[in-house]
């Protein structure tokens, strides 16, 4: 699947009236696929809720950005606030699903994907605020790093965000939902011309397989 392909997966996990947060990255794309029919709320740490799909270009204003710095739009009742309000939504359990990228994933659900050591990097931003304090974390990402190394590993090596707090992964090869009695991922969907052995061969963490794949 592509990156847009794993967008519009995403999407489906958006429920009417929600309020959502999108990580920087892939997660922002996610806007693009929010049905029609239905009203989410996306909320940005650095103080917006009702952010819009990308601009056009002859959309853009330079001082509506989200918290990656990106240019984006807002919708129709769309509000402004400072990022302390912003962090307080998050913090104070407010926030229904947070979709986020990740440089690792534990088997257990635990997720890093803030820095790597010896890297210059912007620091934390909100990412260890949404995974202990939003109902419901997504995870988006490529299943394989760019050297080709499974991201889905017994236990994370870089510096952790959060501990047993991922609820799915949507990857380009599939779809996996943690089982919270097992602490385990469960494979659900595979993605198009995706093989179960083919999710297995580059998974280095323990994983199940759910009925009907």
């Known amino acids: 699947m592509s990156r847009d392909d794993i967008a519009r997966r995403a ?4 429920r009417d009236g929600f309020y959502v947060n999108l990580g920087i990255g892939m997660p922002t794309l996610v806007a693009n696929h929010v049905p029609e029919d239905m009203t989410v709320w996306l909320q940005s740490e650095n103080g917006l809720l009702g952010m819009g799909a990308f601009p056009t270009e002859d959309a853009i204003d330079a001082d509506l950005i989200n918290a990656g ?4 739009t807002a919708v129709p009742g769309a509000s402004y606030f400072s990022s302390h309000a912003s962090f307080e939504m998050i913090r104070g359990g407010h926030i229904d699903l947070a979709i986020l990228g990740a440089m690792e994933l534990g088997q257990e ?3 890093a994907n803030w820095m790597i050591p010896g890297k210059l990097v912007k620091g934390m931003g909100g990412a260890m605020d949404l995974v202990a304090g939003v109902k419901r974390v997504v995870v988006m990402m490529d299943h394989c ?11 994370c090596t870089l510096p952790l965000t959060g501990v047993a707090c991922i609820d799915m992964v949507i990857t380009d ?5 943690m089982d919270p009695d097992k602490r ?10 995706v093989t179960i052995d083919e999710v297995l061969e580059k ?11």
């Open 203 to 213: 998974t280095a963490a323990e994983i199940l397989v759910g009925e009907g794949v």
């Open 145 to 155: 790093n760019k050297r080709g190394e499974p991201k889905l590993l017994p236990k």
């Open 69 to 72: 710095k990106q240019t984006v």
């Open 184 to 193: 385990r991922f469960v494979l659900t969907e595979l993605a198009p011309e």
């Open 11 to 14: 999407a489906l996990e958006l």
């Open 173 to 177: 090869l599939c779809v996996l939902e």
């Open 109 to 111: 659900g635990d997720i």
